[in-house]
Nanobody, 124 residues
Framework: QVHLVESGGGLVQTGDSLRLSCTVS????????VGWFRQTPGKEREFVAS????????YYADSLRGRFTISRSNDRNTVYLQGNSLNAEDTAVYYC?????????????????WGQGTQVTVGS
């Protein structure tokens, strides 16, 4: 069984930065592609970024490219999502997800393991 645990969420101010962590346990972490998604009430969950098992390939939502950076530490079984210049529209529950096919896709259906999410709130 694979477990994903997100951390690092909280309340920040407009313009601040925040780094989220996703720790993967229970399997061979290095074989998994990982994605970050986010969701606000009343809206569908949207893709933020994803990264391949090697960490050499990564993808971003077009609207978020340049403000968010995804990376991974295979020594720590952790994938990070750094967000900069945050604004109110970034307020959401952020989820990390993984698949064992090494497919860093943009669709939710690509991933078969999900974390519980971490709340990020950006205040003015």
């Amino acid at each position: 069984q694979v477990h994903l645990v997100e951390s690092g969420g909280g309340l920040v101010q407009t313009g601040d930065s925040l780094r989220l962590s996703c720790t993967v346990s229970g399997s061979t972490y290095r074989d998994y592609a990982v994605g970050w998604f986010r969701q606000t009430p009343g809206k569908e969950r949207e893709f933020v970024a994803s990264i391949s098992a090697s960490g050499q390939n990564f993808y971003y939502a077009d609207s978020l490219r340049g403000r968010f950076t995804i990376s991974r530490s295979n020594d720590r079984n952790t994938v990070y999502l750094q967000g900069n210049s945050l604004n109110a529209e970034d307020t959401a529950v952020y989820y990390c997800a993984a698949n064992d096919k090494n497919l860093p896709g943009r669709r939710e259906a690509t991933y078969n393991y999900w974390g519980q999410g971490t709340q990020v709130t950006v205040g003015s």
